[in-house]
T-cell receptor, first 115, second 113 residues
Framework: AQSVTQLDSQVPVFEEAPVELRCNYS??????LFWYVQYPNQGLQLLLK??????LVKGINGFEAEFNKSQTSFHLRKPSVHISDTAEYFC?????????????FGRGTSLIVHP | KAGVTQTPRYLIKTRGQQVTLSCSPI?????VSWYQQTPGQGLQFLFE???????NKGNFPGRFSGRQFSNSRSEMNVSTLELGDSALYLC????????????FGPGTRLTVT
């Protein structure tokens, strides 16, 4: 079985400051990892994904994440946030099960960017 | 390409009624998954369809059902609605035969009164 823990339910930050949203996962097999963003009254949008290869993954809107296998983490970072980054962020892990790879989502982290 | 579309976007129903939600995946995507999102439980997987067959099912009662048509469009049905079914229902489609990379629709907000 796989699981995802997003360590912070809410992260307040000032505009132009750096931010890190933390994600830890557990799985008994190799995994694929994802970060999604959800703006109010919208569905989830894929920010970035790790499937294999380089452990540093770059995504849209200036976000990046680093896969750390030994620490089973996949933290999301952005060097300078904007007001428009205020949203809910979800980490997800996927591993093979019954022929498909249905992802398991974390509970989400609400990023609140203050002016 | 057009994204995943869901209809209707908002719905208000009464306890005991049934409801059908519709999802049109991205063109060429054959896998469709459904999720229920609530503040208390987060994102919970309902079921996944691939080539008109249910491939995976989450831990929901039998009141929740779904199907997929030959054009990959999918519907989910909830019978005998309960207040606790109030949620945002999200549909996601995936390219290829695996479902790890999901593209979400805007969701249907269901309110049960």
């Amino acid at each position: 079985a796989q699981s995802v823990t997003q360590l912070d339910s809410q992260v307040p930050v000032f505009e132009e400051a750096p931010v890190e949203l933390r994600c830890n996962y557990s799985s008994s097999v190799s995994v694929y990892l994802f970060w999604y963003v959800q703006y109010p009254n919208q569905g989830l949008q894929l920010l970035l994904k790790y499937l294999s290869g380089s452990t540093l993954v770059k995504g849209i809107n200036g976000f990046e994440a680093e896969f750390n296998k030994s620490q089973t983490s996949f933290h999301l970072r952005k060097p300078s946030v904007h007001i428009s980054d205020t949203a809910e962020y979800f980490c997800a892990v996927s591993s093979p099960s019954g022929g498909s790879y249905i992802p398991t989502f974390g509970r989400g982290t609400s990023l609140i960017v203050h002016p | 390409k057009a994204g995943v579309t869901q209809t209707p976007r908002y719905l208000i129903k009464t306890r005991g009624q049934q409801v059908t939600l519709s999802c049109s995946p991205i063109s060429g995507h054959r896998s469709v998954s459904w999720y229920q999102q609530t503040p208390g439980q987060g994102l919970q997987f309902l079921f996944e369809y691939f080539s008109e067959t249910q491939r995976n099912k989450g831990n929901f009662p039998g009141r929740f059902s779904g199907r997929q048509f030959s054009n990959s469009r999918s519907e989910m049905n909830v019978s005998t609605l309960e207040l606790g079914d109030s949620a945002l229902y999200l549909c996601a489609s995936s390219p290829g035969s695996s479902s790890y990379e999901q593209y979400f629709g805007p969701g249907t907000r269901l309110t049960v009164t």
